[in-house]
């Protein structure tokens, strides 16, 4: 079986858009996302809607629990510009990123989030 990896997205969205054209002009099917998906000046938005449409066991990154867990002023210099298009109602953990999400997304990120926790409690992480 053939799969794909991809990690370190943070929110570059056109990049991202070409891996995925090119995984399926392979053929390949499985795909596996390492993490470290929004942070980054780039376009967290456009990139989280991509992922979340996307048929792939996702991981959390160290960047992405950093979007989730901390306040602002707590993260790195490359986290606050993701945190800033994902938190446009200045809410804390996964609320700043359901925020921005139409009610015809939210089930889906809830969804998502629900799958990354269950992977993360599989995997022995805390």
């Not at 490359?78 to 015809?104: F, M, N, S, Y």
Request: glycine letters at 6%; proline letters at 5%; hydrophobic letters at 40%.
């Amino acid at each position: 079986m053939r799969f794909a990896a991809m990690a370190d997205v943070h929110g570059n969205y056109l990049a991202l858009e070409a891996v995925i054209a090119d995984i399926r002009a392979q053929g390949i099917e499985e795909i596996v996302n390492l993490g470290d998906m929004a942070s980054g000046p780039l376009d967290a938005r456009r990139t989280m809607d991509a992922l979340m449409a996307l048929d792939a066991v996702h991981v959390l990154g160290n960047h992405d629990r950093c979007l989730i867990d901390r306040p602002p002023e707590k993260m790195g210099s490359w986290d606050r510009p993701a945190h800033a298009q994902l938190d446009q109602v200045h809410q804390k953990g996964r609320d700043q990123i359901r925020a921005i999400l139409t009610p015809e997304q939210r089930p889906k990120f809830e969804e998502f989030l629900k799958n990354l926790d269950q992977q993360k409690k599989h995997s022995g992480s805390k």
